[in-house]
């Protein structure tokens, strides 16, 4: 079983930087492709970004790619999502999850094996 937590999210202004982070309990944290998806009040779940088990690999959004970069620490077992330039578009729950899948399949099919609860990031403009 993995859990997954995430942390960093906040209101900030149009034009700001805010670094989430998304802690993994579980040995096999590794092996596991991670993402972020966000959802905003009123729309379906989208894929913002996804990396490799070895982070060599990385996928963004159209809407995200130049602003935001996934990364991760595997001696951590944690994930960041750093956002640059964050507009009020951003504004939407933030989740993290983990698949036995690539970062690739994440992008394509939205889908992963499991779920943080979510972190509020709200861009006011």
């Known amino acids: 079983q993995v859990q997954l937590e995430e942390s960093g999210g906040g209101l900030v202004q149009a034009g700001d930087s805010l670094r989430l982070s998304c802690g993994a309990s579980g040995r096999t944290v590794s092996r596991l492709a991670m993402g972020w998806f966000r959802q905003a009040p009123g729309k379906e779940r989208e894929f913002v970004a996804a990396?490799?088990?070895?982070?060599?690999?990385?996928y963004y959004a159209d809407s995200v790619k130049g602003r935001f970069t996934v990364s991760r620490d595997n001696a951590k077992n944690t994930v960041y999502l750093q956002m640059n330039s964050l507009k009020a578009e951003d504004t939407a729950v933030y989740y993290c999850a983990a698949a036995w899948t690539t970062g690739y399949t994440m992008s394509v099919t939205l889908k992963g094996d499991y779920w943080g609860q979510g972190t509020q990031v709200t861009v006011s403009s």
């Open positions: 990396i490799s088990t070895s982070g060599a690999n990385t």
